[in-house]
C-alpha cells in the first residue's frame, strides 16, 4: 500500500517562505510522478504544481509561478514544494498526489493521480 506523508505546513506571514515536503512509501518512488494541490474554504481543489518520475520536467500553475518551486529527491523518496513570496490566497491546505502513469496533457486533472496524502495546513496572515 503506497502512503504519502506531507510536512512543513504551518502559519506564515505575507512574504515569508514554507517548504513542504511529502514522503512517500510502498512503491519504488522513482516510477511515480509527483504533484501538489491545494484546496482553500469553499474552492474547489486545484493544481499547484507537477514533476515527471526523475524530476526532469516541472510544471507549477500560472499564480505560483516564479514564487514555487517543486522538486525530489528520488534517494530520499521525497517531493517538495518551496515556497516564497506567500500571499493571503495561498492559504489552503495542500495536498500532494501520486501517479502511476503519467500525461502531458492531463497533469492539472485530480483524477490522473492514484495516491494521496492527507493534507498539510498553509496559513498565511497579512
Known amino acids: 500500500q503506497v502512503h504519502l506523508v506531507e510536512s512543513g505546513g504551518g502559519l506564515v506571514q505575507v512574504g515569508g517562505s514554507l517548504r513542504l515536503s511529502c514522503g512517500v512509501s510502498?512503491?519504488?518512488?522513482?516510477?511515480?510522478?509527483m504533484a501538489w494541490f491545494r484546496q482553500a474554504p469553499g474552492k474547489e481543489r486545484e493544481f499547484v504544481g507537477a514533476i515527471t518520475h526523475n524530476g526532469g520536467s516541472t510544471w507549477l500553475e500560472g499564480s505560483v509561478s516564479g514564487r514555487f518551486a517543486i522538486s525530489r529527491d528520488n534517494a530520499k523518496n521525497t517531493v517538495y514544494l518551496q515556497m516564497n513570496s506567500l500571499r493571503p490566497e495561498d492559504t489552503a491546505v495542500y495536498y500532494c498526489?501520486?501517479?502511476?502513469?503519467?500525461?502531458?496533457?492531463?497533469?492539472?486533472?485530480?483524477?490522473?493521480?492514484?495516491?494521496w496524502g492527507q493534507g498539510t495546513q498553509v496559513t498565511v496572515s497579512s
Open positions: 510502498g512503491r519504488t518512488f522513482s516510477d511515480l510522478a
Open positions: 498526489a501520486a501517479a502511476l502513469v503519467f500525461s502531458l496533457g492531463n497533469y492539472r486533472n485530480d483524477a490522473l493521480y492514484d495516491y
